[in-house]
């Protein structure tokens, strides 16, 4: 008896739905903590820096969900690859958990929170800008190509700025990079992922 062998666009939307599940929890963190806030405001102090980096993570995890439709390409699935996407997916849910914790009663504020647990951010923060050229490279040489000298630019110096911010507490530096990173971020959404295709 001869057993049908699945084809590549089988088995792609059976990935999509599991890297759905995990996005689909960093997604409900991020809205649960901001509905935390929006529903007893003045428990913990906010601090703009932090919130800028809940949105900022809020539209990396749309634009992943967004961008991984690229992996319908891979024409040979191995256990290896899946297990990378899985990975990136966990990667990006444990940046929304280092956003809002689950208790935020050792802390005085958010910005109290969030430069205690800075390194652990921006460690994880500077992983997904590496894994992102894995993955890049996963859907193939044109489509990695298609980034062009900006994406061999853009990942060390966003990797960089990581360490960086690791490092220093400076309100003036957080500031600049949350605000230069959103504004890239868009950017480059718009002028490379306006289209699906």
Not at 47 to 67: G, I, K, N, Q
Not at 160 to 174: E, N, Q, Y
Request: contains cysteine; proline residues 3%; aromatic residues 20%.
């Amino acid at each position: 008896m001869n057993q049908q062998l699945p084809y590549a666009h089988d088995i792609f939307p059976h990935i999509r739905i599991i890297l759905g599940m995990v996005i689909g929890l960093g997604v409900t963190r991020l809205l649960s903590g901001v509905a935390r806030i929006v529903q007893h405001p003045g428990q913990y102090r906010l601090y703009s820096v932090h919130l800028a980096w809940v949105v900022s993570v809020l539209l990396m995890l749309v634009h992943f969900w967004w961008w991984e439709f690229g992996l319908f390409q891979i024409e040979t699935w191995t256990f290896g690859k899946y297990l990378f996407i899985i990975f990136y997916a966990v990667t990006l849910f444990l940046l929304c958990a280092l956003l809002f914790p689950d208790s935020m009663l050792d802390y005085t504020s958010y910005e109290d929170f969030f430069y205690s647990r800075r390194a652990w951010f921006f460690g994880l923060l500077a992983a997904t800008y590496l894994l992102d050229v894995i993955d890049t490279l996963l859907k193939g040489p044109e489509h990695f190509a298609r980034f062009g000298v900006e994406y061999l630019f853009r990942t060390p110096v966003f990797v960089a700025l990581c360490i960086i911010a690791m490092l220093v507490r400076d309100r003036r530096f957080h500031i600049a990079f949350v605000a230069a990173a959103l504004v890239y971020q868009i950017s480059f959404i718009l002028r490379l992922f306006d289209t699906i295709v």
